[in-house]
């Protein structure tokens, strides 16, 4: 039982452009939600969150954007750089002031070609 | 330390054998975690210790699996009589409080391998 998914395991752009990676989730108790970037042998790293009350936030060159009534959550890279090429996962949480469990999706392969 | 540290980084068992994985968080941070990710798959949680609470044990696969962590300091991960399906990395974060608004740190891992 999936409850985070990200449906597409690779995805490839270039340089300047803009990088969408896609998240849908299942379940609705979720209310904050994150995303993290993974080079491979080291561990993933913070990237940027959202919680449920908010529809968009913003970090530099990094949005995420989330549509509670379609349970999907999208992270924008504008301008993709080929230091962005990494694993992406999208990952969701039972109340923020909860444990602090989170439900990871499978990850996105971003490749940003020079 | 600045940041969480594992170890080994790597270990390559034999089917059957006993591995411990050791994790050290951050100084202060009072929420540690332990996720696997198999091959090809997402981080899977495993467990969540808080303090001097008793820990959420809900995502250890089986009784094989058992992990302790002593006080707000190190953690060790114990697989007894390992499979080849436990071959993962296992992932250990560390977190200043419970609750995914604080974040977490994560260490490099320890890539288990079985055979």
């Known amino acids: 039982d999936q409850q985070v998914k990200q449906n597409s395991p690779s995805l490839s752009v270039q340089e300047g452009r803009i990088s969408i990676l896609n998240c849908d989730y299942t379940?609705?108790?979720?209310?904050?939600f994150l995303w993290y970037k993974k080079y491979p042998a080291e561990g993933p790293t913070f990237l940027i969150s959202i919680s449920s009350i908010k529809d968009k936030n913003e970090d530099g060159r990094f949005t995420v954007f989330l549509n509670k009534s379609a349970k999907h959550l999208s992270l924008h890279i504008v301008p993709s750089q080929p230091g962005d090429s990494a694993v992406y996962f999208c990952a969701a949480s039972y109340g923020s002031s909860n444990t602090g469990k989170l439900i990871f999706g499978q990850g996105t392969t971003l490749q940003v070609k020079p | 330390g600045a940041g969480v540290s594992q170890s080994p980084s790597n270990k390559v068992t034999e089917k059957g054998k006993d591995v411990e994985l050791r994790c050290d968080p951050i100084?202060?941070?009072?929420?540690l975690y332990w996720y696997r990710q198999r091959l090809g798959q997402g981080l899977e949680f495993l467990i969540y210790?808080?303090?001097?609470?008793?820990?959420?044990k809900s995502g250890l696969p089986s009784d094989r699996f058992s992990a302790e962590r002593t006080g707000e300091s190190v953690s060790t991960l114990t697989i007894q009589r390992t499979q080849q399906e436990d071959s993962a990395v296992y992932l250990c974060?560390?977190?200043?409080?419970?609750?995914?608004?604080?974040?977490?740190?994560f260490g490099s891992g320890t890539r288990l391998t079985v055979v």
């Open positions: 974060a560390s977190s200043l409080a419970a609750g995914a608004i604080y974040g977490y740190t």
């Open positions: 100084s202060g941070h009072t929420a």
């Open positions: 210790f808080q303090g001097n609470s008793a820990p959420d």
């Open positions: 379940n609705s108790m979720f209310d904050y």
